[in-house]
């Protein structure tokens, strides 16, 4: 069964970084497109950022881009966000997933919370 792990949220104040994983299990990792989204209070998810199969392309919301980074080690099965410069726009609970045989999967993970504030 697909499944996603997300770790590594916490409290940090604005300009703060945090680095964010996710644990993939159930499906071939290292053939997947892989996508980073996120869901603040009263608003729906959003999607912030995908990495392709093999970590050559990327591609970021405009409100990630140049601040955030995503990565992969596919020997882990694992996912990473590094999160810099974060705003308090920037609080939500973040998700990761997948693109599996063309589709973005129906499985999602308990995700982490990030809060930024002072």
């Known amino acids: 069964q697909v499944q996603f792990v997300e770790s590594g949220g916490g409290l940090v104040q604005p300009g703060g970084s945090l680095r964010l994983s996710c644990a993939a299990s159930g499906f071939t990792f290292s053939n997947s497109l892989m996508k980073w989204y996120r869901q603040a209070p009263g608003k729906e998810r959003e999607w912030v950022a995908t990495?392709?199969?093999?970590?050559?392309?990327?591609s970021y919301a405009a409100s990630a881009k140049g601040r955030f980074t995503i990565s992969r080690d596919n020997a882990k099965n694992t996912l990473y966000l590094q999160m810099n410069g974060l705003k308090p726009d920037d609080t939500a609970v973040y998700y990761c997933?997948?693109?599996?045989?063309?589709?973005?999967?129906?499985?999602w993970g308990q995700g982490t919370q990030v809060t930024v504030s002072s």
């Open positions: 997933n997948a693109v599996i045989a063309g589709r973005l999967s129906d499985y």
């Open positions: 990495i392709s199969s093999l970590g050559v392309t990327t």
